[in-house]
């Protein structure tokens, strides 16, 4: 055998040996880049960012801007006919009122921007007007006046209630996220009319004054036409306390207070002048039932 043949041979068969074995490793090394690439990987996706904290209701805010309507500014809870937010519930001081109770000085830290006669449809403004203040809590007790329309088919519509009541909250959040916002529910209209429908004097008023004629029109009247008439101004009411309590349930920082509602107010608690608005012991019921529902350290 030539000697240069077999040199050529042993050289083939060592290379062909150092083919294999680089073959055999390959699915090896591979194999452990893999899985070190994978481990790597998912230790990234492991790591997700942190939460962020959900925002703390304050119990004791340092001011407070209050919105509604005529029970905010206290009608004819002092003198017939007239507004004495001096007895406001919410920013009254000759009452226990919630400011009152929060503040150190609610004559400079508190605003009621209420208005007699104010529906759904004007708290988008009203709002504005706080958020220019920059409150730390905003109150809202609004939508009776939606209900207590000259009849039934004149009544805001539960659609076009929550659209007006989500603008005004779109807008608070905007401006102010972190202000808070304190809702009371809408009072039991149908409640007040088999109260106040007690004193005679109450329902000579009603009917002259025409007070909330699609609940106390003809308030003695027990026919099957104001029955209805009644039932529906009450489920109406019960609509758009539904819309208040859902869209404030969307909000980390909204307490909706149902127990305004459900409280069985009495004819003491009514004005001595129209027996539907509340008188200054019935200013001093809503204050109570604020000042629990905001300083409750959970809702």
């Given at each position: 055998m030539p000697p240069t043949w077999g040199r050529?041979?042993?050289?083939?068969?060592?290379?062909?040996?150092?083919?294999?074995s680089a073959a055999l490793l390959l699915p090896v090394l591979a194999g452990c880049d893999s899985g070190g690439g994978d481990k790597e990987k998912s230790g990234r996706a492991a790591a997700k960012p942190e939460p962020k904290p959900r925002p703390v209701w304050n119990t004791r805010p340092a001011s407070i801007a209050s919105l509604g309507d005529s029970i905010t500014r206290g009608f004819d809870a002092c003198s017939v006919l007239a507004d004495c937010p001096e007895v406001s519930w919410a920013t009254g001081t000759q009452v226990d009122s919630l400011a009152r109770r929060l503040l150190p000085s609610p004559g400079t830290s508190s605003w009621n921007f209420a208005k007699t006669g104010a529906r759904m449809a004007d708290l988008p403004r009203q709002?504005?007007?706080?958020?220019?203040?920059?409150?730390?809590?905003?109150?809202?007790?609004?939508?009776a006046n939606d209900a207590c329309r000259p009849s039934v088919t004149a009544m805001t519509t539960p659609e076009q209630f929550r659209t007006q009541f989500e603008t005004?909250?779109?807008?608070?959040?905007?401006?102010l996220p972190r202000s808070q916002l304190y809702v009371a529910g809408i009072p039991d209209l149908k409640r007040l009319w088999s109260e106040g429908r007690k004193d005679p004097l109450g329902k000579q008023v009603w009917q002259l004054a025409s007070v909330c004629p699609?609940?106390?029109?003809?308030?003695?009247?027990?026919?099957?036409?104001?029955?209805e008439r009644r039932a529906q101004v009450d489920q109406r009411v019960g609509e758009y306390n539904a819309v208040l309590k859902d869209v404030c349930s969307r909000d980390e920082l909204c307490r909706y207070d149902g127990s305004v509602h459900g409280y069985a107010f009495t004819g003491e608690q009514l004005s001595q002048w129209d027996w539907f608005h509340p008188s200054r012991q019935g200013q001093q019921t809503l204050a109570d039932m604020a000042y629990q529902a905001v300083t409750a350290e959970r809702r």
């Amino acid at each position: 055998m030539p000697p240069t043949w077999g040199r050529s041979r042993t050289m083939a068969l060592r290379a062909a040996s150092a083919a294999v074995s680089a073959a055999l490793l390959l699915p090896v090394l591979a194999g452990c880049d893999s899985g070190g690439g994978d481990k790597e990987k998912s230790g990234r996706a492991a790591a997700k960012p942190e939460p962020k904290p959900r925002p703390v209701w304050n119990t004791r805010p340092a001011s407070i801007a209050s919105l509604g309507d005529s029970i905010t500014r206290g009608f004819d809870a002092c003198s017939v006919l007239a507004d004495c937010p001096e007895v406001s519930w919410a920013t009254g001081t000759q009452v226990d009122s919630l400011a009152r109770r929060l503040l150190p000085s609610p004559g400079t830290s508190s605003w009621n921007f209420a208005k007699t006669g104010a529906r759904m449809a004007d708290l988008p403004r009203q709002m504005e007007a706080a958020i220019a203040q920059k409150p730390e809590l905003v109150t809202v007790l609004m939508g009776a006046n939606d209900a207590c329309r000259p009849s039934v088919t004149a009544m805001t519509t539960p659609e076009q209630f929550r659209t007006q009541f989500e603008t005004a909250v779109k807008e608070l959040r905007r401006s102010l996220p972190r202000s808070q916002l304190y809702v009371a529910g809408i009072p039991d209209l149908k409640r007040l009319w088999s109260e106040g429908r007690k004193d005679p004097l109450g329902k000579q008023v009603w009917q002259l004054a025409s007070v909330c004629p699609s609940m106390l029109h003809d308030a003695d009247a027990q026919d099957a036409a104001s029955d209805e008439r009644r039932a529906q101004v009450d489920q109406r009411v019960g609509e758009y306390n539904a819309v208040l309590k859902d869209v404030c349930s969307r909000d980390e920082l909204c307490r909706y207070d149902g127990s305004v509602h459900g409280y069985a107010f009495t004819g003491e608690q009514l004005s001595q002048w129209d027996w539907f608005h509340p008188s200054r012991q019935g200013q001093q019921t809503l204050a109570d039932m604020a000042y629990q529902a905001v300083t409750a350290e959970r809702r």
